[in-house]
């Protein structure tokens, strides 16, 4: 089992941005959904974005239009570019594959905890500061 490595995360104040990066060796490919979920405090974890190979792109309503997931084939790595930060997005993001997938679930695991991922990235803390 390959590892998902994630770089990036850190701390801001709101308005800034962060790219967060979830290196994968062999998930980036083959039909594999790449998402990035987080989980605040006291909070359940929650899907943000989520990409599949083909270029199909979903994001969950609370960050649509500010964050941006995208697929670099040659570096094997997905990026989270996160804009226009609020402090409600302070959580700890993570990275997650899942593969033999269909693209309906893929996109509707925006909206999920994450259920049915095989692989995990360690965390990275985003803190936004008002």
């Known amino acids: 089992q390959e590892p998902l490595v994630v770089s990036g995360g850190g701390s801001v104040q709101a308005g800034g941005s962060l790219t967060l990066s979830c290196s994968a060796s062999?998930?980036?490919?083959?039909?594999?959904?790449m998402s990035w979920f987080r989980q605040a405090p006291g909070k359940e974890r929650e899907g943000g974005a989520a990409?599949?190979?083909?270029?199909?792109?979903y994001y969950a309503d609370s960050v649509k239009g500010r964050f941006t997931i995208s697929l670099d084939n040659a570096k094997n790595t997905v990026f989270l570019q996160m804009n226009s930060l609020k402090p409600d997005d302070t959580a700890m993001y993570y990275c997650?594959?899942?593969?033999?997938?269909?693209?309906?679930?893929?996109?509707?695991?925006?909206?999920?905890?994450?259920?049915?991922?095989?692989?995990w990235g360690q965390g990275t803390q985003v803190t936004v500061s008002s």
């Open positions: 997650a594959a899942a593969g033999a997938v269909s693209v309906s679930f893929c996109r509707r695991s925006v909206d999920g905890q994450g259920y049915g991922y095989n692989y």
């Open positions: 062999r998930y980036a490919y083959n039909g594999y959904c």
């Open positions: 990409i599949i190979g083909g270029g199909g792109t």
